[in-house]
């Protein structure tokens, strides 16, 4: 059971009183960005009305309540996240940003020929792309943990790819393109015992569920803004302090030194070090108004109403003959994957948008994934805790109605 009112959360988002085509809109893109509350929205104009100013580097007041605004936020994301310290809490652009800054300093300064790096079969391509990059310009060999046919991570196999020359698993908490949720306390348990590093790919896990980094332990993790019910542009690095201590700058300039001569640059310690230039000051402080309300919803509760309206949708699915559910997992989060019989995908995704249904149709960044389920393409309603059953069952409708044209 649940007791969560998503109809009125509903109301804290202004978009999702828009039409499309006459029908009120049905937002199930979530995988793909999130709608923002009217609270986020406000704290974005709060800040440019009352408070923009560069950060950290003038004695004026503007000044103060920028760097205050933009630390607190900081701080929200280090509570979201249960991390040690702010100074392990890193802004970015996003998961593809923090991931990326992974590879180009942790990963170009330490790993060398011949060492091996592991994701799984489920990743998007933001956590395949950077990695197969450097494993080619390293000669590194870049293994892959298979899945089962439902979707899910074969642990047994990936206790099989481990070995002395692991130095760096990278994986998700939630795939984007079936949903399945990964054992990470497991994975990250296994890696670490190989003496491995372990990046959390947390892009689609951190809106469903608790993310706790002191539970989960991996040395990493990242996420984006935008699925949070924020704004694009800004996401977060977490990554263990003395870790983010050893590792090189990102990129360079002003903000992230201590001192600057043109004999010797000594570089300012995490989370500055990473933080070159002006960065996304006012996105970070909508990302920490999002945080606040998600957090005043409460995550538990908003994973169990989810859960709730993913056995709903799933179960109406089913129903439908012609409908090939893919990813099948017992543990899920969001996500719908499939395919209708007599129908492309694109087809399916018009018809939806005709009734006002958003949903992504296409490959979702994760080719790998859904040829080894069979597929090029699939059409992918995600759920939010704004959506309601009555959003469901206009979707469901859509599809029985495309089915009677055909059958
Ligand atoms: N990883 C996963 C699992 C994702 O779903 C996404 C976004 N689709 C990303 C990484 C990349 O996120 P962004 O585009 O916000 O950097």
């Given at each position: 059971g649940h007791h969560f009112n998503a109809e009125l959360v509903k109301k804290d988002f202004p978009i999702l009183r828009e039409t499309v085509n006459g029908k009120p809109l049905v937002w199930f893109d979530n995988a793909a960005t999130t709608q923002k509350p009217q609270s986020v929205i406000d704290r974005i104009a709060y800040f440019y009305e009352h408070e923009n100013s560069n950060i950290h580097?003038?004695?004026?007041e503007l000044a103060a309540r920028a760097s205050d605004a933009y630390e607190a936020a900081r701080e929200k994301v280090k509570a979201f996240l249960n991390a040690s310290s702010v100074n392990e809490i890193v802004f970015v652009r996003g998961a593809t940003e923090g991931i990326n800054l992974v590879a180009s300093t942790w990963g170009e300064q330490n790993l060398n020929s011949g060492d091996e790096i592991i994701v799984s079969n489920l990743e998007h391509h933001a956590n395949i792309v950077p990695w197969k990059r450097l494993a080619d310009k390293k000669g590194l060999k870049l293994r892959v943990i298979p899945v089962d046919d439902d979707g899910q991570i074969l642990l047994d196999e990936y206790a099989k790819l481990l070995?002395?020359?692991?130095r760096l698993v990278a994986f998700t908490?939630?795939?984007?393109?079936?949903?399945t949720v990964t054992p990470a306390k497991k994975i990250v348990e296994m890696a670490h015992a190989a003496g491995a590093k372990v990046l959390i790919d947390g892009a689609q896990s951190v809106s469903h569920m608790k993310v706790d980094v002191q539970h989960l332990n991996p040395d990493w993790l990242v996420f984006s803004g935008h699925k949070l019910f924020g704004p694009t542009g800004i996401g977060a690095l977490y990554g263990k302090e003395d870790l983010l201590n050893e590792m090189q700058p990102y990129q360079s300039g002003g903000n992230m030194i201590q001192d600057v001569t043109f004999e010797e640059i000594k570089y300012h310690k995490a989370p500055n070090r990473f933080e070159a230039g002006t960065g996304n000051i006012a996105d970070a402080i909508g990302l920490g108004a999002a945080i606040d309300y998600v957090t005043k919803l409460g995550i538990e509760a908003i994973g169990q109403y989810e859960h709730y309206l993913l056995e709903y949708a799933t179960r109406l699915l089913k129903e439908i003959s012609g409908v090939r559910l893919i990813g099948t997992a017992k543990d899920k989060a969001s996500v719908l994957s499939f395919n209708l019989q007599g129908y492309s995908n694109d087809q399916v995704g018009q018809a939806l948008n005709k009734e006002g249904v958003a949903v992504r149709t296409g490959h979702?960044?994760?080719q790998p994934i859904l040829r080894r389920m069979g597929v090029e393409t699939t059409v992918r309603p995600s759920l939010a805790f704004y959506n309601t059953t009555q959003d469901v069952d206009t979707f469901i409708k859509t599809l029985w109605e495309l089915k009677k044209v055909k059958f």
């Open positions: 580097r003038a004695a004026h070995n002395s020359k692991t908490q939630v795939s984007n393109a079936l949903g979702h960044c994760a």
